[in-house]
């Protein structure tokens, strides 16, 4: 959803029956009368792998992961009972859009109350690099934060990150349309070839500085202007410092399949591992088709492709309410949409060209005075303010000066379940962090900022039966952190860094709504990133021991 859309790898050398032989051996290496700061005892242990659960204690040094094993009579500055609780990898968050919203409250209220210990941010639009025309689109919602934003690059981005304090780990990718808008702004036409060498070595710099890879949003403007030979060639810059190419790909509804292939043949011209972010078959007439896509997937996959994919539990989407109109309107920018809704010859075209917008709800708006339509479908507006549906939705964009956000309810519930079902499609909430207080919390948001893991966990794993806990945990931790090489992190093993997500598996649950969306999940009982509690006892603390994750190509020289 566009706007409102580092240490080394530690092989584990111990495994779980003999983790109480390594804990005696550095135990007699330190000079404290613990061999733990933390001993989690008498837990059910779900280490990421999708092995089988076992009973296990895990004891926590700092903020790795020392022992994990019968611990017996062992010593800790805390010992914390959690029998009859799930120990599981913190969850990890691969599409989250909290790079801005971190920095206004920086609590993460909705991804630590689901368990999430990692997030994964950048889908097209990135945190840096930073210029006039990467701020335009956005200057008001920042203002209505009061936000500034003082850094221009990756390092300088991660330095502000540091200094306000987060409850969670944060990793990016860089955004083509970020990339582009620095560039070009707006411009519906191929770059100049120095334009595309400028882009290529503003890539180049976020790579050397830290992005993940290359990520598109090719449905959005202005990377849909883009050619296949414009992304790959940067997706050859990320693929130079080992990173991947991910994307939200051009089409989600009847030209789906030719959206996959162009992103496997920029994966293949690039060299590199494809990820698509919130895969999905959106429109009624395509409702059911998803099942074939994994299946076809899975085969690629089988024949050594290096595909992935992640999802979200729910058939609404959410992004900018101007994602309802033609592309005509969109060309050129917000700025030139808003001069286009205001002319009488465009509002009776668009009378007659936009569909049936019964699946439409208003969501987050920037003019506090507009709120009153929050969590309200166009057409129930439409009805009570005795307007064509058509006009509701033009008025509403340029009163809040484009900036308004809105649920579109495009997916059948059988596509959804099957992408919950599929172990290696991992998980991403596509939202940011929110808060029921606060300057976040003023706006209706989709109930997927609260609930994406716990309704997983919840609805789909204990109530439906469509995976296992097994399947469900790897599905949140082992699999985006093999995919998206978080070194150290994604499994519960000696030497890792200490993520944990401890939950009652008998009553976690998602409570968001649509009509109610600021409601906090249930039953996720601690969390703790890098040996910090960020949530304890189903409360949060006070500490923010999150940290910026670094990608492959991360070179230190370049700070």
Known sequence: ??????????????????????????????????????????????????????????????????????????????????????????????????????????????????????????????????????????????????????????????????????????ATFVGHTTLRLYVMGHERRAPTRAELARMEALADTAMMQGALGLSTSLVYEPASYASTAEIAALARVAARHGGIYISHIRDEREGIDRAIDEALEIGRQAATAVEIWHLKVAGRPNWGRLPAIISRLDSLRAAGFRVGANSYPYTAAATSLSAALPSWVRSGGPEAMLRRLRRHAVRRRLRAELGDLGGVMVLGTVDSSLRRYQGRRITDIARQEGKPPADVLIDLLVADNGGTGAAFFSMGEEDVRAAVATPWIGVGSDFGAVAPDGPLGLNAVHPRAYGSFTRILGHYVREQRALSLEAAVRKMTGVPADRLGLQGRGYLRVGYFADVTIFDPTMVADRATYEQPHQLSVGIRHVIVNGRFTLEDGRLTANRPGRPLRGPGWNPRSQ
């Open 1 to 170: 959803m566009p706007r409102f859309k580092p240490a080394r790898f530690l092989t584990p050398v111990v495994a779980v029956c003999l983790g109480a032989l390594a804990l005696t051996a550095e135990t007699q290496n330190r000079n404290t009368p613990f061999a733990f700061d933390l001993l989690l005892r008498g837990g059910t242990v779900i280490d990421g792998s999708g092995a089988p659960a076992t009973r296990a204690d895990i004891g926590i040094r700092g903020d790795r992961i020392a022992a994990i094993g019968e611990l017996g009579d062992s010593t800790a500055a805390r010992v914390l009972d959690v029998s009859g609780l799930v120990l599981a990898p913190g969850f990890i968050d691969m599409l989250g859009w909290s790079h801005h919203t971190i920095l206004v409250d920086n609590r993460g209220v909705s991804k630590v109350t689901q368990g999430v210990t990692t997030e994964v941010t950048g889908e097209g639009w990135s945190p840096a690099p930073v210029n006039a025309n990467t701020l335009r689109d956005d200057s008001a919602q920042f203002a209505a934060w009061g936000l500034a934003v003082d850094w221009r690059d990756l390092d300088g981005y991660y330095a502000r990150l540091e200094r306000s304090g987060i409850p969670f780990n944060l």
